[in-house]
């Protein structure tokens, strides 16, 4: 069984910086992509980035370019979402996820294994 633990949510003024976390158990991390995914009140889950098993891959969504940058460290079974020049817009839940190949993706659909997720508010 897979378990994924996000954490480093929080209240942050627009223009500041969080880094979100999200660690894995399993032995089999270093062999998937991973992705963020957040959702706001009232809105579908939206992608967010994405990372390949090695780190080599990256993929944004057009929004967070170039504030957002995902990162992996598969010796510690992490995956970090450093987030800056944060905006209202960016408030939501963020999710991490397991994609169920080596590559990340866009499509929720292809991640079997989610986070609980952790609050990121940014006050205007």
């Known amino acids: 069984q897979v378990q994924l633990v996000e954490s480093g949510g929080g209240l942050v003024e627009a223009g500041g910086s969080l880094r979100l976390s999200c660690a894995a158990s399993g032995r089999t991390f270093s062999s998937h992509g991973m992705g963020w995914f957040r959702q706001a009140p009232g809105k579908e889950r939206e992608f967010v980035a994405a990372?390949?098993?090695?780190?080599?891959?990256?993929d944004y969504a057009d929004s967070v370019i170039p504030r957002f940058t995902i990162s992996r460290d598969n010796a510690k079974n992490t995956v970090y979402l450093q987030m800056n020049s944060l905006k209202p817009e960016d408030t939501a839940v963020y999710y991490c996820g397991r994609c169920d190949s080596g590559f990340g993706s866009r499509l929720a659909g292809q991640y079997d294994y989610w986070g609980q997720g952790t609050q990121v508010t940014v006050s205007s």
């Open positions: 990372i390949s098993w090695s780190g080599a891959n990256t």
